[in-house]
């Protein structure tokens, strides 16, 4: 992301930040500020830093399968014109889709599944360790 995006992006996120503290909104980061207990103090920087990464994280695994899924109808012609016939019939030359343009919507559904399937947005889960050793259903796991 370039320098000038990111730090609109910050301007925006420090705005609705800004927005919540006049609402006396009750968001569990602002909470926690005000309340301390922390041993390092939460400050705006964090909570913009936070929220950029929620943010982030959240668009770009949309986008990744996004690409994919164009990438495997690209590949694949027939399952592209099946799913635009599809979506032609269901939304009818309507301007805009809404959420209740959804529901009918079947085979585009299975071509999102699929690409799923086949390029998940997380492939590796982060590797986990026990903090002990311990035994479960019969099994010692270390």
């Not at 019939?89 to 889709?97: E, F, H, I, R, T």
């Not at 959420?99 to 982060?126: G, M």
Request: glycine fraction near 4%.
């Amino acid at each position: 992301m370039r320098a000038t995006s990111r730090v609109k992006t910050f301007e925006l996120i420090e705005h609705a930040i800004r927005q919540h503290e006049e609402r006396r909104a009750t968001i569990v980061l602002l909470r926690i500020q005000r309340e301390g207990g922390l041993s390092v103090p939460l400050t705006m920087g964090s909570f913009k830093s936070l929220i950029f990464d929620l943010f982030g994280a959240g668009s770009e695994t949309s986008a990744t399968t996004l690409q994919w899924a164009m990438s495997e109808l690209m590949r694949n012609p027939n399952t592209m014109k099946r799913a635009q016939a599809e979506l032609r019939s269901v939304l009818n030359g309507k301007p805009k889709v809404t959420e209740d343009d959804s529901t009918p919507i079947k085979y585009l559904k299975l071509v999102s599944k699929q690409t799923l399937r086949l390029h998940p947005a997380a492939p590796l889960l982060v590797p986990r360790e026990s903090r002990e050793s311990c035994k479960i259903l019969g099994y010692d796991v270390p």
